[in-house]
């Protein structure tokens, strides 16, 4: 099921949300002193491209700097790509098959804004896992 959300996800949002991402993290690693948050960028294209199946989780060692660079990107990039997933969320919601689609791009709000100090990892069970 995630798949095949995953691929309607693609093709209604996904792919212009992750161009937005990618235009972000190009712009913002032209500059030496912004590439952390390009970097953050090019890390959150590759979700908003395929986010079913993956989840955001807060980082331990997150703390004031990550605040302070959260900040500066609510500056740079921050405001418009949040804007973006509020906009294209409204979209999906319209028909009874993006409801779905467009929680899951309303759910992509808080780490458009505060991208650092938060990690993406897999909800996927896998054999080493440790619980059975």
């Known amino acids: ?3 095949i959300l995953n691929i309607i996800w693609v093709i209604f949002a996904g792919w212009a ?3 937005g991402y990618v235009l972000a993290g190009i712009l913002l690693c032209v500059l030496i002193v ?3 948050w390009g970097i953050a960028s ?3 294209a590759g979700y908003a491209l395929w986010p ?3 989840q955001i989780i807060e980082k331990p060692r997150g703390g004031v700097g990550a605040f302070l660079g959260n900040v500066v990107w609510v500056v740079l990039a921050g405001w418009w790509l949040a804007i973006g997933h509020i906009v294209s ?4 919601c319209i028909t ?3 409801i779905p689609m467009g929680i899951a ?28």
């Not at 969320?89 to 999906?92: D, E, N, S, T, Y």
């Open 1 to 3: 099921m995630r798949t």
């Open 17 to 19: 949300l992750f161009l």
């Open 34 to 36: 912004t590439i952390p």
């Open 42 to 44: 090019f890390r959150i």
């Open 52 to 54: 079913f199946g993956r």
């Open 89 to 92: 969320g409204i979209a999906l």
């Open 96 to 98: 009874i098959i993006g």
């Open 105 to 132: 791009d309303f759910k992509m709000v808080p780490i458009s804004l505060m991208p650092l100090g938060k990690e993406i990892v897999s909800t996927r069970r896998g054999p080493f896992d440790g619980k059975r």
